[in-house]
Each structure stands twice: as structure tokens, then as C-alpha cells.
């Protein structure tokens, strides 16, 4: 995944899932790095095992409607437009 053990170690100690508080799985990129996505924290969003899964199953807008919580940081990290938040 290209991240040091060191920083895998320091995600897992200290972030919780933004739906439901349990700890984070590996750190989900808002723009994947395919699409050309940083690993930039303003680009990075925590989520559990189930809720990552769960973003990358149903897309992003889909995720981002079901959990408005989160709409707000996935419209900051990527162009309204393109992810078609309204």
C-alpha cells in the first residue's frame, strides 16, 4: 500500500471511522491515487473495514447521500462537479 509501518501503526492507534467510531481500517483515498489522489490529509478520510468496503461497493455519491457527515469533507477533497454532489 506504500505506507511505512511506522505511519500504518500511528493511523490505527489514533483514527475511528467518520460513520461509526470504531477504528479506522487503512486510510480511504477521496480521489484514488489511480485517479491521481494524494496522500495528502485533506484527501484521506478514516473508515472502519465495513464502511470502507461499503464506499468502494456503492461510489462515492452514493456513500456521500447515505452519510451526509461525510459529504462535506468528500465535496472539500475533490470538485463538486465532477463527483456530482448537489
Do not use: M
Request: hydrophobic residues 35%; proline residues 2%.
Amino acid at each position: 500500500n506504500g505506507y511505512s509501518q511506522e505511519y500504518t501503526a500511528f493511523w490505527l492507534r489514533n483514527w475511528h471511522c467518520t460513520i461509526c467510531g470504531n477504528i479506522s481500517d487503512a486510510p480511504h483515498h477521496v480521489v484514488t491515487r489511480g485517479a491521481g489522489g494524494t496522500d495528502n490529509s485533506k484527501n484521506l478520510l478514516a473508515l472502519c473495514t465495513t464502511h470502507h468496503t461499503e464506499i468502494g461497493q456503492i461510489g462515492v455519491q452514493t456513500f456521500a447521500n447515505k452519510y451526509p457527515v461525510v459529504k462535506h469533507w468528500i465535496a472539500l477533497a475533490i470538485d463538486r462537479e465532477h463527483v456530482g454532489l448537489s
